[in-house]
């Protein structure tokens, strides 16, 4: 069935460093691939998102790449700071009502 | 913070007992979801509508049962029937397929 994978499950960097999180899909009709940043005991919410016609996407400290031949997409995050520290998720959907999500990735930024 | 609502934020109930919880949206979307997120499994389907009165089954909607009789509202059951209950539900909306999902802030359900 449809799937997603995300690595790594958890990320410790320096602050000021930079981050990355990849993400795999196996359904390659897939066609948006938005990432959530989810802060403890809080809801998810939109960062970033980017559809299968680009091949990367930029907002500030944050970027997302995308290669369809490969099926997999990466978050970018450059210069971390220490409220950058929550789980990210990325999914994929097929451009219907059902997302598929990874399993989440605990990003801690030290200081 | 607004648009998207749930409550109660937590919720405890005895093991048999049917508990509904409370999802509203008042950003005029009409696709609404409800998702059930435990530790390392990431955020799993439940039920989703994509209009009123309408309801299509998720990946995991065993032990579960909603309803869309308004735009607003999506509540969802949580019956005796589902085996593992204890769990963080998520509520999202968007306004249409592959766009945006909004979330709730979640009910945190504890059944013993």
């Known amino acids: 069935g449809e799937n997603v994978e995300q690595h790594p499950s958890t990320l410790s960097v320096q602050e000021g460093d930079s981050a990355v999180i990849k993400c795999t899909y196996s359904?390659?009709?897939?066609?948006?691939f938005p990432w959530y940043k989810q802060e403890l005991g809080k809801r998810p919410q939109l960062i970033i998102d980017i559809r299968s016609n680009v091949g990367e996407k930029k907002d500030q400290r944050i970027a997302v790449t995308l290669n369809k031949t490969a099926k997999h997409f990466s978050l970018h995050i450059t210069e971390t700071q220490p409220e950058d520290s929550a789980v990210y998720f990325c999914a994929a959907s097929k451009g219907t009502y059902k997302y598929i999500f990874g399993t989440g990735t605990r990003l801690k930024v030290l200081a | 913070d607004g648009g998207i609502t749930q409550s109660p934020k937590y919720l405890f109930r005895k093991e048999g007992q049917n508990v509904t919880l409370s999802c509203e949206q008042n950003l005029n979307h009409d696709a609404m979801y409800w998702y059930r997120q435990d530790p390392g499994q990431g955020l799993r389907l439940i039920y989703y509508s994509q209009i009123v009165n309408d309801f299509q089954k998720g990946d995991i909607a065993e032990g579960y049962s909603v309803s869309r009789e308004k735009k607003e509202s999506f509540p969802l059951t949580v019956t005796s029937a589902q085996k593992n209950p204890t769990a963080f539900y998520l509520c999202a909306s968007s306004i249409a397929a592959g766009t945006e999902q909004y979330f709730g802030p979640g009910t945190r359900l504890t059944v013993t």
């Open positions: 359904d390659s009709a897939s066609n948006y």
